[in-house]
């Protein structure tokens, strides 16, 4: 049964992955997959754990959920992630086809609007859902990082 579940909802989910990678002392930021309204892949940077600078919240998204579906096109399914994704990010979900991306908070500078990099042309793109809530946890992070040097 799929319950109809509104972009708020799988957002606090994705926020509940960053509070995660927070807790790990990675950069705070979440992710999730859903396809028929069902959370396929939950995922949070891990950049420092894995030491490796792919290893992006999206990026480990993407994997889990084609891992998930047994393929590599992420058609049918939404990705959930409090912060714009970078250009990077961009280019795997361009790849996967995914048919819709929603963010949370802006990253002005590093985002890939502002870079200049386009989705899949079939991608719908909804941005500010709990944009407040993505970007406070990100200006945390970053006030105790400064705090501690």
């Given at each position: 049964?799929?319950?109809?579940?509104?972009?708020n909802?799988?957002?606090k989910?994705?926020l509940?992955?960053?509070?995660?990678?927070?807790?790990?002392?990675?950069?705070p930021?979440?992710?999730?997959?859903?396809?028929?309204?069902?959370?396929?892949a939950?995922?949070?940077?891990?950049?420092?754990?894995?030491?490796?600078?792919?290893?992006?919240?999206?990026?480990?998204a993407?994997?889990?959920?084609?891992?998930?579906?047994?393929?590599?096109?992420?058609?049918?399914?939404?990705l959930?992630?409090?912060?714009e994704?970078?250009?990077m990010?961009a280019?795997?979900?361009?790849?996967?086809q995914?048919?819709?991306?929603?963010f949370?908070?802006?990253?002005?500078?590093r985002?890939y609007q502002?870079k200049?990099?386009?989705?899949h042309?079939k991608?719908?793109?909804?941005?500010?859902?709990?944009?407040?809530?993505?970007?406070?946890?990100?200006?945390?992070?970053?006030e105790?990082?400064r705090?501690?040097k």
């Amino acid at each position: 049964m799929i319950t109809p579940f509104d972009d708020n909802h799988f957002m606090k989910q994705a926020l509940n992955e960053a509070k995660r990678a927070f807790d790990k002392d990675e950069v705070p930021i979440g992710a999730v997959v859903v396809a028929k309204g069902q959370v396929i892949a939950r995922a949070h940077n891990l950049t420092e754990t894995l030491n490796d600078v792919t290893a992006h919240a999206e990026m480990q998204a993407i994997t889990a959920a084609a891992n998930y579906l047994g393929g590599k096109y992420l058609k049918d399914c939404t990705l959930y992630v409090t912060l714009e994704p970078c250009s990077m990010c961009a280019g795997a979900l361009f790849w996967s086809q995914i048919s819709k991306v929603v963010f949370g908070a802006t990253d002005p500078g590093r985002g890939y609007q502002e870079k200049g990099v386009d989705l899949h042309p079939k991608t719908i793109v909804k941005q500010g859902v709990l944009a407040k809530e993505c970007g406070d946890l990100l200006k945390l992070f970053f006030e105790g990082k400064r705090q501690s040097k």
